[in-house]
């Protein structure tokens, strides 16, 4: 059950008699009044005071949806060559500097794909206020779990010697994959619980049973899917999961295995969501995972819990 966030109000001011320090109360009914102008400005830098993570002006369906966020995207290209655990990949971040750091995704392909195959959400992701690196792995037939580990790697190329490194927040981190690049984002969770989202894209693994995850954890299925059919795959993963976690299991309708190789607006919508929800702590975005979603022209079914408010 979702615990309802707390909106409170403005800092009272205590004005005692009318007749006594008019300057003083004047004063601070104007810092009152600026402090609510400042969490209500839109654009990139607005931040509520009570989440220094928060990036972006407030969300709404059509912000989530869109092909591009609010931030200007640069890129950089790296070579399989200067880093080690993995196949090397492109950063996107958001261009600008203003906001400070920003957490971070890395993202897989699956079974013989390149990071061509999961290029979109770079760009689409880092629009909405993210660093996202688009990996390639060591071989296009590595497994899930060396997927994973070589997920973790390129989160720490990311953080520690990246050339984005100062743009990057440490302690707020992510993983994403395709296929068995999927099953690897659970890997990675399970032998990194400090990692703040997890978002398997109609994932592959032998292993169905996942308890050990303690990452906020959504997972994407697809109805049509025959390689991984979601009842062998992305709903066994998604009940193992542990009860009490954060947790929510989205299967597209009308959508095959390699759904998440092409920009896909319901993907990206809660992929977004999930990401600010869960690396940026920012509540602004509950409002998307609940009530649940229902059934729609592309959503078969979801299944969750609201997301726990600490």
């Not at 750091?101 to 629009?127: H, K, N």
Request: aromatic share 8%; with cysteine.
């Amino acid at each position: 059950m979702q615990q309802q966030a707390r909106t409170g109000a403005a800092p009272g001011v205590s004005t005692g008699s009318p007749h006594r320090r008019p300057g003083r109360i004047a004063a601070a009914a104007a810092a009152v009044a600026a402090v609510v102008g400042l969490t209500t400005l839109g654009g990139p830098g607005a931040h509520a005071a009570d989440n220094p993570y928060e990036r972006g002006p407030a969300p709404t369906t059509a912000s989530i949806e869109a092909a591009r966020g609010p931030y200007a995207v640069s890129q950089t290209t790296v070579s399989s060559l200067a880093v080690t655990g993995f196949g090397g990949g492109t950063i996107y971040y958001p261009t600008s500097t203003a906001d400070g750091t920003f957490g971070a995704v890395a993202v897989s392909p699956g079974f013989t794909g390149t990071q061509a195959s999961i290029a979109w959400l770079g760009p689409r992701l880092a629009s909405q206020g993210f660093v996202v690196f688009t990996i390639d792995t060591l071989t296009t037939l590595d497994q899930p779990d060396s997927r994973g580990r070589q997920l973790l790697a390129a989160l720490d190329y990311l953080t520690g010697t990246s050339s984005v490194r100062s743009r990057v927040d440490a302690t707020r981190l992510g993983v994403m994959g395709h296929s068995m690049g999927g099953g690897g984002s659970l890997a990675a969770a399970k032998s990194r619980p400090a990692l703040q989202a997890a978002i398997p894209l109609t994932p592959w693994h032998l292993d169905k049973t996942w308890p050990e995850v303690a990452t906020p954890t959504l997972i994407v299925g697809a109805d049509g899917d025959t390689i991984a059919p979601v009842a062998d795959h992305a709903e066994p993963f998604y009940g193992s999961l542990p009860s009490a976690l954060d947790r929510a299991y989205l299967e597209l309708n009308g959508a095959g295995h390699l759904a998440p190789n092409t920009p896909n607006t319901t993907i990206a919508k809660y992929s977004v969501s999930w990401l600010k929800r869960f690396i940026d702590n920012d509540t602004r975005y509950e409002q998307f995972l609940c009530p649940l979603p229902g059934p729609s022209t592309t959503i078969e079914e979801y299944r969750g819990n609201c997301p726990h408010t600490s």
